[in-house]
């Protein structure tokens, strides 16, 4: 009696496991990204973000005051004061005097270091520095200390994306290349995805054959070649030129799926339209068209997402002047050439992904709309 309509499919309880699977595999690294963008950054270089609510051992490298700042008590000369000053109040679990053993000594142990000095650190970072004759040179002694840091949130990730020179233009720009980059290839692939799907000309199976081989073809190998032909024509490095590349790489791919979808659709209707003396352009533009809504939307988010985040073709094809440069590589130029300030990449992640959602959920509202639209009794 299974698969009967009524009845529950037995391995429905498999599909929810799938289900909540993937869920939990798209949520749980995104959710540490947003929480990683508010952590502060020596706390986000030591421990991971599921640490973010409990205090966080770090081994900090500090040293005493220096014997400038010795004063005599009885046979002893002493310099006193706090290992965690200026910077603020901190907790010690462990500390050394050698960077071999950072935690050879509690707090409140006290540590001979030879020459009839010794050193105490206390808890709260105090620490007490004694020697029996007065202690010479310019600088103090090396202290390493095992710390236990509070949890620390902090908004300077995002102050220093958002507070960087250029990133305002930088988003202008992306804009700039996204939106042509998306409606051109969908245009120009919509009105081939009808010819190749309803209309009768020799060649069609061939030409059908080369938007499926042409899927196959690697971007990178064909960048530099197509560079050379923009220069080689007058085109150069610019928006128009980006905006042909982007739309020649997403034709293919574009050309497939439509075409793919208007093939499906029901041919009486089409056929019912031409006996009612309907040309193709208007059953094009007023029954195909509605119908594939659900397609062109899907296109659409994946293109603008592509494109959003592009960087390789953006270098290829743009310059590297503030007036061109994309969001992707003004992030780059904010990690440094060395990335060391790779800490703001969780800020500048949720920053740029920022404009994409509201993309997806906008046009998730024209893909129901499409398929309300495209419903037949």
Not at 132 to 157: C, H, I, K
Not at 313 to 325: E, H, M, N, Y
Request: neutral net charge.
């Amino acid at each position: 009696m299974e698969g009967i309509a009524g009845q529950k499919a037995s391995l429905t309880w498999a599909v929810h496991i799938a289900v909540a699977a993937l869920v939990i595999l798209w949520t749980v690294p995104t959710f540490g990204l947003l929480v990683s963008s508010f952590r502060d950054k020596d706390q986000l270089a030591m421990t991971g973000w599921w640490t973010s609510l409990s205090a966080s051992e770090q081994t900090l490298a500090a040293r005493t005051e220096g014997p400038d700042a010795q004063i005599r008590e009885g046979d002893l000369w002493v310099v006193r004061g706090n290992l965690f000053a200026p910077a603020g109040p901190g907790q010690v679990a462990s500390w050394g005097a050698s960077s071999r053993e950072p935690a050879a000594f509690a707090p409140g142990e006290t540590a001979d270091l030879g020459d009839g000095e010794a050193l105490r650190v206390e808890e709260n970072g105090d620490y007490e520095l004694s020697a029996s004759a007065e202690m010479t040179g310019s600088r103090g002694q090396r202290v390493y200390v095992q710390s236990m840091e509070p949890p620390v949130f902090t908004l300077d990730n995002y102050r220093s994306v958002i507070g960087a020179e250029g990133i305002g233009r930088a988003f202008l720009n992306t804009f700039t290349v996204t939106i042509p980059a998306t409606v051109i290839p969908i245009l120009v692939a919509a009105f081939a995805a009808y010819a190749l799907a309803w209309m009768q000309f020799p060649g069609r199976a061939i030409l059908v054959a080369c938007v499926v081989g042409l899927l196959v073809v690697p971007l990178q190998l064909s960048l530099i070649p197509l560079l050379r032909f923009h220069n080689a024509i007058g085109l150069g490095k610019g928006y128009f030129g980006i905006w042909l590349a982007h739309t020649g790489f997403g034709l293919p791919l574009a050309i497939y799926l439509l075409r793919n979808y208007m093939s499906g659709l029901p041919k009486d209707i089409i056929e019912g339209a031409r006996v009612d003396g309907a040309t193709d352009f208007q059953i094009f533009r007023r029954i195909v068209l509605p119908l594939s809504f659900p397609a062109l939307a899907s296109f659409a988010i994946f293109q603008f997402l592509w494109t959003w985040n592009d960087l390789l073709v953006a270098k290829v094809f743009l310059g590297t002047s503030d007036s061109q440069l994309v969001m992707t590589g003004r992030i780059v130029e904010l990690l440094g050439s060395r990335g060391g300030n790779w800490e703001i990449l969780t800020a500048a992640a949720f920053l740029s992904i920022a404009v994409p959602l509201v993309v997806f959920f906008a046009m998730q509202k024209y893909l129901v709309r499409g398929l309300l639209a495209g419903s037949v009794k």
